[in-house]
C-alpha cells in the first residue's frame, strides 16, 4: 500500500512538472515551440536548463530507483530531449543555417496534443522502475 502512494506521489510530481513545461513552450509549430524555447534560451541558457524540472526530476528519480532500466530509459529521453532543443535553437537562431526541409518541417502545423505526448509515456516508465 505505501509503495504504491509512492509511485502515485512521484506520477503526480512528474505528471505536473511536465505540465509546466509544456506550458511555457507551446505552441502552433515547432518553430513557435523553438522561438518560445529561444527567448528563454537567449537570456542565460542556465535559465533554459532550470526550466525543465523533469529532467533533474529524471535523474533524481534514477539514483532513488537503484538506476533501474526504465529509470534510465527516463533519463535518457529526457536528455536526447533537452539535447536536441539546443541543437535547434542554435542552428535555427544563432548560426541561421536552415535548410528547406527543416525549415518546412519546423513550419508545418503540429495538432494540440504533440506536446503532451511525455504525458502518455513518463508515468508508465515511473510505474515500470518501482513496480
Do not use: C
Request: aromatic share 18%.
Amino acid at each position: 500500500m505505501i509503495i504504491d502512494d509512492l509511485i502515485l506521489n512521484y506520477i503526480i510530481l512528474f505528471v505536473f512538472l511536465e505540465l509546466y513545461e509544456v506550458s511555457w513552450q507551446k505552441a502552433e509549430t515547432m518553430m513557435g515551440m523553438l522561438a518560445r524555447m529561444y527567448h528563454q534560451y537567449s537570456k542565460n541558457i542556465f535559465l533554459f536548463l532550470v526550466m525543465h524540472p523533469t529532467f533533474y526530476f529524471s535523474i533524481g528519480f534514477a539514483m532513488l530507483s537503484d538506476y533501474n532500466p526504465y529509470a534510465l530509459v527516463l533519463v535518457f529521453i529526457k536528455t536526447v530531449d533537452i539535447a536536441t532543443k539546443i541543437i535547434l535553437i542554435e542552428q535555427v537562431f544563432i548560426k541561421k543555417e536552415l535548410t528547406q526541409e527543416l525549415s518546412l518541417a519546423l513550419l508545418a502545423p503540429i495538432h494540440k496534443f504533440v506536446p503532451y505526448v511525455g504525458l502518455s509515456i513518463y508515468p508508465f516508465l515511473i510505474y515500470f522502475a518501482l513496480a
